[in-house]
């Protein structure tokens, strides 16, 4: 998305109040400068960091099945930002191309259980479908901490899909 492209301006980081510059110390803006639309709120865009942060180790996962979620939400609603920017994080992970693409094409049968497990329920927690069984084998193969936080860390990708089509 470039400033032209977007539906709200794109916010710099001179144009935040001090206390909130800070937030784009770091290479945190990506491609698509999610970030930066978000800039018109500072005090909610720190908190959707630190909430999205916190995610990341919510439950009991490793950072591949962390990102296998990640990319599991992307694909499931189709969220180009999301995949682009967890392509890399899921391959430094151990995600391979070929697992790439398997996910790509909704394909999770090569995976183990567990990985499988998690991708599905994600997927369902993104469209609304989530049923006893997918719930009671994502439970199975890890424990009800991790699913809670399994279903928040889905519903953070799914509202942050929500925002880039909004808001670019």
């Known amino acids: 998305m470039s400033q032209d492209e977007a539906r709200v301006p794109l916010v710099t980081q001179e144009e ?15 491609e698509l400068h999610l970030f930066q639309s978000m800039g018109h709120v500072p005090r909610v865009m720190q908190a959707y960091m630190r909430y999205g ?3 990341w180790s919510a439950g009991d996962l490793s950072t591949r ?3 296998l979620a990640i990319l599991a939400v992307a694909r499931t609603v189709r969220a180009r930002y999301e995949w682009h920017q967890h392509v890399e994080l899921g391959q430094e ?4 191309t070929e697992e790439l693409a398997a996910i790509a094409h909704d394909d999770y049968c090569a995976f183990p259980e567990r990985e499988q497990a998690i991708m599905r329920y994600v997927g369902a927690v993104v469209t609304g479908t989530v049923i006893d069984p997918l719930f009671e084998a994502a439970v199975a193969v890890t424990d ?11 519903g953070h990708y799914l509202m942050t899909a929500r925002i880039l089509d909004a808001l670019s």
């Open 16 to 30: 935040l109040p001090e206390e909130y510059r800070y937030l784009f110390d770091e290479d945190v803006l990506g």
């Open 93 to 96: 992970a151990g995600i391979t």
């Open 53 to 55: 942060t916190a995610l």
């Open 144 to 154: 009800t901490e991790t699913v809670v936080g399994l279903t928040m860390l889905a």
């Open 65 to 67: 099945e962390r990102e």
